[in-house]
């Protein structure tokens, strides 16, 4: 048995440094992240050991300075939090930022603008804080649930499956053809490498192992995307949640994680699985 890595994977540059910036900062002193800075509990843990406190909404925040995650935040929020007097450290990812931009342009172009993404997700809020008309779309349903537009502008959430973003934007055209309908590419590289490293990676493995957060959107994504090509897909958040029964006539076991993931968390998850059976490892092809 081996353990084949796809070529991506794991923590993306964007994550990585708002948690150097949070370390930094709550060794500084007393800080608030507005909403979850990463979707894993690893890393949420570390940080709550510092003492950093986490606040879903302005309103809640107790400390003098505020850390807006690489999720991004509205132009509303950020004036809620400065007219309350905070100090703001940003830590949005600059791929986020172009997400922004995408919808700005949207607007000013006078298109209806339709996300796809998770409603309640914290860059989707984010996204949409500024608009006072939008829609967000997930599944079919939401997209037959639409009204029509004479212009509709469509953007994602960065961490959406482009086979998903295709399909929605598809169904979009054909349920209104009269409709000048745009689309703004705003799903972000490490979340497309991540995903095709995923499949290349899916299509040589008897069994599958996608490490992140329970909570983590991409990395849900990426268990949905192998489970198309791998009947033998498991979701796991830490080396304590690998079965050895899993590994049951495997020749090849393939790993990868969510853009949240740590990498010293998908080291050990990997070294669990060395544990379990005896295996050498093959890297993937970068
Ligand atoms: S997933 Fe993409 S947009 Fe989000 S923080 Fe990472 S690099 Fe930035």
Redesign the pocket.
């Known amino acids: 048995m081996r353990i084949l890595r796809a070529a991506h994977l794991g923590m993306?540059?964007?994550?990585r440094d708002?948690i150097s910036l949070a370390r930094a900062h709550a060794d500084a002193g007393p800080l608030t992240i507005l909403g979850d800075l990463v979707h894993n509990p690893t890393v949420l843990s570390a940080l709550e050991a510092k003492g950093v406190a986490v606040a879903q909404d302005v309103a809640h925040v107790r400390t003098p300075t505020l850390m807006v995650t690489?999720?991004g935040t509205s132009q509303r929020t950020l004036a809620r939090t400065r007219a309350l007097g905070l100090t703001v450290i940003e830590a949005t990812?600059?791929?986020?930022h172009v997400?922004h931009r995408a919808v700005a342009t949207l607007v000013r172009d006078n298109y209806h603008v339709v996300i796809v993404g998770q409603r309640d997700h914290v860059?989707v809020r984010g996204l949409t804080g500024d608009l006072d008309r939008f829609d967000v779309v997930l599944e079919d349903n939401d997209v037959l649930a639409l009204e029509a537009h004479p212009r509709i502008g469509v953007a994602a959430q960065?961490?959406q499956p482009v086979e998903k973003v295709r399909h929605l934007v598809d169904l979009i055209r054909r349920r209104f053809p009269q409709s000048d309908v745009r689309v703004l590419d705003t799903i972000?590289?490490?979340?497309k490498e991540r995903q095709s490293a995923a499949v290349e990676m899916a299509r040589q493995a008897d069994v599958v192992i996608v490490v992140g957060g329970r909570s983590s959107n991409?990395t849900r994504e990426l268990v949905t995307t192998c489970a198309r090509y791998c009947a033998r897909v498991h979701h796991v958040q830490t080396d304590a949640d690998v079965r050895p029964e899993w590994f049951d006539d495997t020749n090849v076991v393939g790993l990868t994680a969510g853009?949240s993931t740590p990498d010293e968390v998908i080291d050990r998850v990997e070294a669990r699985i060395r544990q379990v059976r005896s295996v050498a490892v093959t890297e993937g092809r970068r």
């Open positions: 993306c540059f964007g994550v708002a690489a999720h990812c600059p791929l986020v997400a860059e960065t961490t972000c590289k490490p979340t991409n853009t």
